[in-house]
């Protein structure tokens, strides 16, 4: 299953994706993949039970809330980024070690499992793809699933080694819009203001433009063909090497966007990791209400 990365063209499959039929064929071969399960939706913490009545054998469970964000606070919003120690940790305890193929799935559009993509790749791991469709697209290839809590791994001596994935922090990122795109990936209704389920104000950043991630997908849960998405971010300012930072609620939703990049073939932009969490949570950050970014 390993790629040579290539320039993304109009018939590509990006070297970050993995069909289910890949997958498939790849476990049967020696050493087989570590396979991870990131089940974890917004208003939906049962990821684990969720894993529990059905998963793909030999997966792995990762859980979103505790070993791929640090602990919720104020300054720094409700997701974020776990301490290099504790992703670590995380990662050796599902048994990953530094020369192993990773493939990480979800249930809900590669949207969370984006995020253990990201961190891996933040942390110095580059053999990490995601499984294009996720569960869905493997129980559509007619396979069986495993229940209950997964087979035990031996631990892992996957080591941290901070990689090119980049971050803005807040300041950072209220300057972006005057020196290059600033993305909100949420929800129209979240970017205009008008319904806030979350966080302690509604709007957006002044200046950002919103792109909800789920628009890089199709019916099926599956990342659109790659020129799609670089019309996309191109409609929009964002075309390789132009600056460009990206943020949702809370920094999960924001590294499917990233991901989608990738998938396009446009150099990845930055994280701002506390994303509108953060920037709501601090009442002298001015905010912008409606469907203009100013």
């Known amino acids: 299953m390993t790629r040579d990365p290539a320039p993304a063209t109009d018939t590509q499959v990006s070297p970050l994706l993995v069909t289910a039929r890949e997958l498939i064929a790849d476990v049967a071969t020696l050493p ?21 009545s059905g998963h793909i054998p030999g997966a792995q469970y ?44 979800d249930d809900c559009g590669s949207t969370s499992a984006a995020r253990a993509w990201w961190l891996m790749r933040w942390a110095g791991k580059q053999d990490v793809y995601l499984l294009d469709g996720g569960l869905k697209a493997w129980i559509a290839e007619g396979e069986d699933l495993a229940v209950g809590p997964g087979n035990p791994v031996e631990r892992g001596d996957f080591t941290f080694e901070l990689d090119h994935m980049r971050t803005a922090d807040i300041d950072q990122t209220a300057a972006t819009p005057d020196e290059g795109v600033l993305v909100d990936v949420r929800a129209a209704e979240r970017y205009a203001g008008h319904t806030e389920p979350m966080d302690s104000r509604a709007g957006h950043i002044p200046g950002a433009i919103n792109l909800p991630t789920t628009s890089f997908l199709d019916e099926r849960g599956r990342f659109l063909p ?24 809370s920094g999960i939703h924001a590294c499917h966007a990233l991901a989608a990049m990738e998938v396009a073939g446009l150099e990845a932009g930055r994280l701002f990791p506390g994303s509108w969490s953060q920037w709501s949570a601090d009442r002298r950050r001015p905010i912008a209400i409606g469907e203009a970014p100013r």
Not at 62 to 80: C, I, K, M, W
Not at 232 to 244: P, R
């Open 32 to 52: 087989p993949p570590v396979i991870l399960d990131v089940r974890w939706q917004l208003g939906d913490p049962n990821g684990r039970e969720h894993y529990y």
């Open 226 to 249: 790659a020129e799609r998405i670089r019309a996309m971010f191109a409609d929009i300012g964002v075309t390789s090497g132009q600056d460009t930072v990206v943020y949702c609620g």
């Open 62 to 105: 990762v859980d979103l809330t505790s070993d791929l964000a640090g602990q919720r606070n104020v300054r720094e919003g409700r997701h974020p980024l776990p301490t290099p120690e504790d992703f670590e940790a995380a990662l050796r305890r599902v048994g990953i070690n530094n020369d192993d193929r990773v493939v990480i799935y």
